[in-house]
């Protein structure tokens, strides 16, 4: 079992960029599964059709207008209530909206948090918490935060707390998942166009189910996570029970379905690799604040093989 050095890690929550969400290399000691850094060589690629469309959707964006993270797609606005302009860029607003990683569902890509449906009050306190430097993250979060305003954060923790999530990733438990590799263009994990597959090892594979239509932004198209075989059951023994040692138990802060409690977010449903990371974040000390101390002493005893396991079981579970 890897046992890992305390040092500050990178973990974005609200209105990062949505190209690097993630370090340029890997902490030392860390997990590389957990960072999606892109490979050397990259396969060549198709170009980006113009006008760009995605499926169900009425609109169509010129590429180059939405590519970087000040004016996000719109897909689909009949789904969601207005949105403030921290979120969606409009007029200028910001040259780091929101709705462009989190998407303006909310749900994010794994690079990125889903804030769908989460309590508004704990998405405030989050983002107070890096604007004070209590959670750590000087390369992005951290400095997003001390330059939006507290009436911006409140109107952004507001909108995202009104969507409702809906199930974003399959969970498919293999010992040989496809050969992947880490596209430039949106540092996601993508299959390899060689085809053939590759040992799982100790890692969580999670790529696009359409790549295309994920570097879209678009909110209907979502993701595979590939975990070792029998994650799932011993990732629910960990949540449920803790385990022989490990105090785990979820269900005592976030409630029974893990649905979130109160301003407790909700951890069912949310994205594999994402939640690794939270994990790992806390084993090592970057994520900090009111229940800090608390979560760091719940998960302190965790494996690698652990937080794989608990991260593979919570994404297999329905977020209300």
Request: overall charge neutral.
């Amino acid at each position: 079992m890897t046992n890992w050095p305390r040092v500050l890690l990178f973990t974005p929550l609200l209105c990062s960029m949505a190209a690097a969400q993630t370090p340029t290399s890997v902490p030392n000691g860390l997990p590389a599964w957990a960072y999606n850094l892109p490979d050397k060589v990259q396969p060549p690629s198709a170009p980006t059709p113009n006008p760009l469309r995605v499926p169900g959707s009425k609109k169509e964006y010129d590429p180059a207008k939405i590519a970087g993270n000040a004016t996000p797609p719109d897909w689909f606005p009949e789904e969601h209530g207005p949105a403030p302009r921290i979120v969606t860029g409009e007029g200028g607003a910001t040259k780091m909206a929101c709705g462009s990683c989190h998407l303006m569902s909310g749900q994010g890509h794994p690079e990125s948090a889903d804030l769908a449906g989460l309590p508004a009050e704990y998405l405030v306190r989050q983002m107070n918490y890096f604007k004070s430097g209590v959670r750590k993250d000087d390369g992005r979060m951290g400095p997003i935060a001390k330059e939006t305003s507290d009436e911006d954060i409140r109107k952004s923790a507001e909108y995202f707390a009104a969507l409702k999530p809906a199930t974003w990733v399959k969970v498919v438990e293999t010992s040989t998942p496809p050969k992947t590799y880490v596209a430039t263009g949106g540092r996601h994990r993508v299959v390899s166009p060689e085809g053939g597959t590759e040992p799982i090892g100790h890692r969580i594979i999670e790529t696009p189910a359409d790549p295309k239509r994920t570097d879209a932004r678009d909110p209907h198209s979502a993701f595979i996570a590939y975990v070792p075989p029998g994650s799932v059951a011993k990732g629910e023994e960990l949540v449920t029970t803790g385990g022989k040692g490990k105090t785990v138990q979820c269900a005592l802060c976030h409630g029974d379905q893990l649905q979130g409690l109160g301003e407790v977010p909700r951890i069912a449903g949310l994205q594999p690799v994402y939640i690794a990371r939270q994990l790992i974040c806390l084993q090592n000390g970057s994520s900090a604040g009111t229940n800090a101390a608390l979560m760091k002493k719940a998960v302190a005893n965790l494996s690698e093989d652990d937080i794989i396991a608990i991260s593979a079981y919570l994404g297999t579970l329905p977020p209300q």
